[in-house]
């Protein structure tokens, strides 16, 4: 079955640890983002990427790195700097870009972050 | 100006029942207004989506409702059931570009016996 496989599903980061997220689609989808979830708050855009090796920052890119290197791929690194790295972050994808119309988003399972 | 604000927050629904959320927006070239369903550690799934040229759309037991000149839509969840109790976010985007969606901050559906 074709979907998103986000990985490892439960991480802890120790200060000054840089952790990475793994999210891998067959769906063959073009587009790949990365969400943040807080309780009580809505999902909130950390990076996208249109194509292979190209990503633009999001609404909430300070602290966190991305990169695309493969169309499948597109992991997610918090770095040191994120201070408040604790959350639920998600991955996305969705077929084609510029599309005439919308397509939707399909999520993976996501990976609950904490620190010790 | 891209805000998408969803109400109520949370929601307690005897079975049977019908389950009403709401959002409103205020970017009037939204064009894509869908629906996703979370279930407890899960990512969310889409439920069901409408385009503002269409004023409802059914599936099942789901209905969106859109009034473009109020620039607000709702979801109504007839007949709820246990099993749709799960957080409902609506959200809004643009066509073309990497198509930003901009998410309501979510209704925790319970739906009781």
């Known amino acids: 079955d074709g979907g998103i496989t986000q990985s490892p599903k439960y991480l802890f980061r120790k200060e000054g640890q840089n952790v990475t997220l793994s999210c891998e689609q067959n769906?063959?989808?073009?587009?790949m983002y990365w969400y943040r979830q807080d309780p009580g708050q809505g999902l909130r855009l950390i990076y996208y990427?249109?194509?292979?090796?190209?990503?633009q920052k999001g609404d909430i890119a300070e602290g966190y790195s991305v990169s695309r290197e493969k169309k499948e791929s597109f992991p997610l690194t918090v770095t040191s700097a994120q201070k408040n790295p604790t959350a639920f972050y998600l991955c996305?994808?969705?077929?084609?870009?510029?599309?005439?119309?919308?397509?939707?988003?399909?999520f993976g399972d996501g990976t609950r972050l904490s620190i010790l | 100006q891209q805000q998408v604000k969803q109400s109520p927050q949370s929601l307690i629904v005897q079975k049977g029942g019908i389950s009403i959320i709401n959002c409103a927006y205020e970017?009037?070239?939204?064009?894509?207004f869908p629906w996703y369903q979370q279930f407890p550690g899960k990512g969310p799934a889409l439920l069901i989506a409408?385009?503002?040229?269409?004023s409802e759309k059914k599936e099942g037991r789901f209905t969106i409702s859109f009034n473009k000149s109020a620039k607000q839509f709702s979801l109504h969840i007839m007949d709820s059931q246990p099993g749709d109790s799960a957080t409902y976010f609506c959200?809004?985007?643009?066509?073309?570009?990497?198509?930003?969606?901009?998410f309501g901050t979510g209704t925790k559906l319970q739906v009781i016996p």
């Open positions: 996305a994808s969705r077929r084609g870009t510029g599309a005439l119309f919308n397509q939707p988003q399909h």
């Open positions: 769906l063959n989808h073009d587009a």
């Open positions: 990427s249109q194509i292979v090796n190209d990503f």
């Open positions: 970017n009037t070239a939204f064009d894509y």
């Open positions: 409408i385009r503002p040229d269409v």
């Open positions: 959200a809004a985007s643009l066509t073309g570009g990497y198509q930003k969606v901009t």
